[in-house]
């Protein structure tokens, strides 16, 4: 099912882009996890779809690189953020947010942390059961 579903929405594999797919038994559904990057501008994206029911679970956008030691600039990652609907609503509210709270919040809070945190709460919720 995943690799008909990629094939519907186009997607290819190539250099720094992969997908991982899993049968959740307890949500009784085929998650997709797609992973694009633009390596030359330290870009990645994930989204995770449901292969079946077409729902768009988790959306993340940001940085690969953000560790503030080595890059010395402590904002190129505050931007980064993640997105979770436990629904597969991407247009309902979200249940969580990782990172950038957006401009009417505040301005950014991603940092060097927030991919992984984005990462581990999909996987725990879609990914593992």
Not at 7 to 17: E, L, Q, V
Not at 69 to 93: Q, V, Y
Request: proline share 2%.
């Amino acid at each position: 099912m995943a690799d008909k579903f990629l094939a519907g929405i186009g997607w290819k594999s190539d250099s720094g882009s992969y997908h991982e797919s899993h049968f959740n038994s307890k949500l009784n559904k085929c998650f997709v996890l797609v992973s694009e990057s633009l390596p030359k501008d330290d870009f990645r994206s994930f989204d995770l779809y449901d292969a079946v029911g077409g729902g768009h679970f988790a959306m993340y956008i940001g940085h690969d690189v953000c560790d503030v030691a080595f890059l010395k600039d402590p904002k190129h990652c505050e931007m980064d953020s993640g997105t979770i609907w436990s629904d597969g609503n991407d247009r309902g509210n979200p249940d969580f947010r990782f990172g950038f709270r957006g401009i009417f919040n505040g301005g950014g809070a991603g940092d060097e942390k927030t991919q992984k945190a984005f990462l581990d709460k999909v996987k725990q919720a879609f990914m593992s059961q």
